[in-house]
């Protein structure tokens, strides 16, 4: 069998090491906060030496960028699936709370706080971090859009504003389920949304084919 090049099995071997790190800072963030996510405890989650951490990234923070881009783009594929694929708004509503519910029990919702949270008291750490979060403003006017397909309203919404009042209810939903007995009146939310969407779907249908539906069954 052929040998791979030395400077091909170099850079996988730091590719690997890279990888092992964020997905321990990703770990160290969820499970211990971003107080006690150093150097130290994350190389020891990764299994290697501490200074592979400023060898590959510079910085702890940059490490913990790094991780919460990696759970940041992994989640901004999820919901741009989520809103591509919903056929209705009922859909949109079940399929959100699939994976928010899923976002919760994986810790990706304990990063992004702790990250937030942590980057507060150094100005240039929270604008990197701010500055991540603009992405999910894209997803949520793709989601305005949506519902505006699926039911059409008497008057356009202003998508900027809207846009930004979802990810921050969002945002504070997800604060909100992170906290004690939070999870249970959030899935109860979900579960007035769905009523709604139900409802929603249901007027929004042709009324031509609601009432074909009715008199055909009506003749049987």
Known sequence: MATKPRAQRTTESADRTRSALIDAAVRALAEVGFAKASAREIAGRAGVNQALVFYHFGTVADL???????????????????????????ALVDSAEAIFVADLDAGYVAVLVEMVNGARPDPELSEQVAARLKPWLGVATSAIERVQRLLPLPAPIPKAEAAYAVVAGFLGLELLAESGGGRDATLALFARLRTWATWADALATPRRIVFG????????
């Open 64 to 90: 913990l960028l790094a991780a919460l881009d990696q759970v940041s783009s992994a989640r901004l594929r999820a919901y741009t699936e989520l809103i591509d694929g919903a056929a209705s708004l009922t």
């Open 213 to 220: 539906t009715v008199h055909r069954r009506g003749q049987r």
